[in-house]
């Protein structure tokens, strides 16, 4: 009984770290999702054109591919602790910054700022809860990233969808005084406080503190968090480092398959497909979306909050999943269901009369469109959502995880801006083109992972 008591205070021990580090996760999903209820009003109070929205729009993804690019080589030298910190401070500034902008020069700016935060926090939360976690309850712990992120993003939606309420649209003012729009912003300095003050109560990971060899406390750690052979597992790190004192860099990740090692390339290519299939269109868009097939914006605004509970509850499924299936296998379901619901949309919408704001759906076609974009988000959140994450944060080696993990990160915030800026002039051309190319990228993701993507369920870090 005393074994069993030991093992579940480790494993609420290091809950309570994995969850703190996916704070982050959080303020991602958060920022990225903020800007949904903000569209229609910033394009009216600054007089944008729909190229210039779009570019606002997607401004914060390019921040993003920066943020993760610099975030592994900085983590390795800083710790991963201190560039939680860092994120965390970049969030708060570019909250302020952006309810306060006065074009779209400054909110574009104010963006960026933003990003740099997401696209760090992105690389970190993964790589640390990888490099905490006992190996039987990894895949559980990091989900917690995803959760994190559609958790933010529901926040994020369900305060725009409240204070447009208040205010009765986001362009109007709320009753204690200023654009809606602009609270949204704002509003998300509050997670950025928490995500810093949490990040001062975790310890470093493990495996940065045997890289500058600070032994004893990386031994306390693993006592702590991890148990079992102690010793043992400090030996496999150690092995693993060995030769790591160089900063790692990209010439680390050089290989034989088009000049990188295949392992990142598996790496890069996940998280491009992950964004190809359309995700984020459903998060940056939605409200405009539902708008113009025949939704009130409060009603647009509410759907898209559905939309993002039905992303929680599914991550929540691949939780319980991912640990006892394995990784794969989730990640074949999942496309081969995006596969049929995206299928289902570009059909739906190949009916629809009208175009761009006057674009209708019939009664029956419309509830189909609403039905499988919900099926495609729970196809994408029980699997690629979280998976990929998981994925990420253990496949890589001990010495090159943050750098090739940062590498795939950037590869995957560019995906996921030019999947964004392109869906504004894809929809003007007619929803089913959209559609129909993630269903392409959707089948392209279910036989790359049938040829190339490997099993890690219950293997060490250290055997990867």
């Known amino acids: 009984m005393t074994e069993i008591s030991e093992v579940g205070q480790r494993h609420g ?22 800007i949904n209820g903000t569209v229609d009003a910033v394009k009216a109070d600054f007089g944008l054109s729909s190229a210039v929205l779009g570019f606002v729009v997607s401004s914060a993804l390019l921040g993003c591919a920066v943020g993760a690019w610099f975030a592994g080589p900085l983590a390795d030298r800083w710790g991963r602790l201190r560039v939680m910190l860092l994120a965390a401070i970049l969030f708060g500034i570019s909250a302020l910054g952006s309810a306060l902008s006065f074009g779209p020069v400054s909110l574009t700016g104010w ?9 760090a926090a992105s690389v970190i939360a993964p790589a640390y809860i990888a490099e905490i976690s006992p190996a039987d309850i990894r895949g559980r712990l990091g989900s917690l990233q995803q959760l994190a992120i559609v958790s933010g993003i529901f926040a994020s939606l369900l305060i725009d969808y409240l204070l447009a309420r208040s205010a009765g649209g986001a362009g ?37 503190l045997v890289k500058v060899k600070k032994l004893d406390r990386a031994r306390d750690v693993l006592r702590r968090f991890v148990g079992g052979d102690v010793d043992g597992r400090m030996s496999e790190i150690v092995r693993s480092l060995a030769g790591g004192d160089q900063a790692v860099n990209l010439r680390d990740l050089r290989g034989p398959v088009l000049g990188l090692r295949g392992i990142v390339w598996v790496g890069i290519l996940l998280s491009v497909f992950q964004q190809f299939v359309g995700i984020n269109v459903i998060f940056y868009y939605s409200t405009t979306l539902w708008q113009a097939v025949g939704f009130a914006e409060s009603d647009a605004m509410l759907t898209s909050v559905i939309t993002s509970v039905t992303n929680i509850v599914t991550t929540l499924v691949a939780i319980s999943l991912i640990d006892r299936v394995g990784r794969r296998p989730l990640l074949i379901v999942g496309a081969a269901g995006m596969v049929l619901s995206l299928g289902a949309m570009a059909w739906a919408f190949s009916t629809a009369s009208g175009s761009g704001t006057d674009l209708v759906l019939g009664a029956a076609e419309g509830k ?21 994450w998981v994925l990420l944060g253990e496949m890589f080696n001990n010495r090159i995880r943050a750098t090739a993990l940062a590498v795939a990160a950037a590869a995957q915030w560019i995906a996921n801006w030019i999947i964004t800026v392109t869906f504004p002039p894809l929809a003007s051309v007619g929803l089913t083109l959209a559609y129909g190319l993630y269903t392409m990228f959707a089948f392209l993701a279910l036989i790359f992972v049938l040829r190339f993507v490997r099993e890690t369920k219950g293997r060490e870090l250290e055997d990867m």
Do not use: C, H, K
């Open 111 to 119: 963006r960026l700022v933003g990003g740099f935060a997401v696209g």
């Open 368 to 388: 189909v469109a609403l039905v499988a974009a919900n099926v495609y988000v729970f196809a994408f959140g029980m699997s690629w959502g979280p998976v990929v």
């Open 13 to 34: 021990a290091v809950l309570f770290v994995s969850g703190s580090a996916a704070i982050g996760g959080f303020l991602f999903g958060y920022d990225t999702a903020v």
């Open 172 to 208: 109007e003012s709320v009753p204690w005084g200023g654009a809606a729009w602009r609270w949204m912003f704002a509003s998300a300095m509050l997670p950025a406080l928490v995500y810093g003050v949490l990040a001062l109560q975790i310890p470093e990971s493990p495996r940065y």
